[in-house]
């Protein structure tokens, strides 16, 4: 359960309603999540907030679905359920195929396993991987 109300539209202000019709102007849909109707509380912290993830998250070096897969691993590491839902489905739309995705989760554990024990032997950095 959210620790504040999810705002609607006729709830939100108008500088979160912007933002809302911007998130549904690039999303091409509808659809406004509870990640973004929490935060309308804070219309500052809303706007700031998407307009650092539609930078972040848009194409660059880097593909979209990659992003989007790196976004899952990274909330799983941090155990973010909504983020970890959120961005699958969103991968799941860029073309993240159930292989992709199996192989992901090899990666997150194979990932969480190593950094386990690379952390608890406090295994010093080899001089050849330092910048």
């Known amino acids: 359960m959210a620790t504040v109300p999810l705002l609607s539209d006729e709830a939100a202000g108008a500088e ?4 809302f019709d911007e998130i549904r102007a690039a999303r091409g849909t509808d659809y406004v999540n509870n990640f973004w109707r929490a935060l309308a509380h804070d219309p500052a912290l809303l706007r700031a ?9 848009a194409p660059g070096a880097l593909d979209p679905l990659v992003k989007e ?7 799983a590491a941090n155990g973010c359920s909504y983020c970890v839902h959120s961005h699958t489905a969103a991968a799941k739309a860029k073309g993240m195929t159930p292989e992709m995705q199996g192989e992901l989760m090899a990666v ?3 990932a969480m396993q190593t950094n ?5 032997l406090q295994v010093e950095v080899d ?3 330092k910048a």
């Open 16 to 19: 979160a309603r912007a933002v």
């Open 49 to 57: 907030t998407w307009d650092r993830l539609r930078d972040v998250m």
């Open 69 to 75: 897969m790196l976004y899952v691993a990274v909330s």
């Open 108 to 110: 997150i554990g194979m």
């Open 116 to 120: 386990g024990l690379a952390t608890a």
């Open 127 to 129: 001089d050849a991987f």
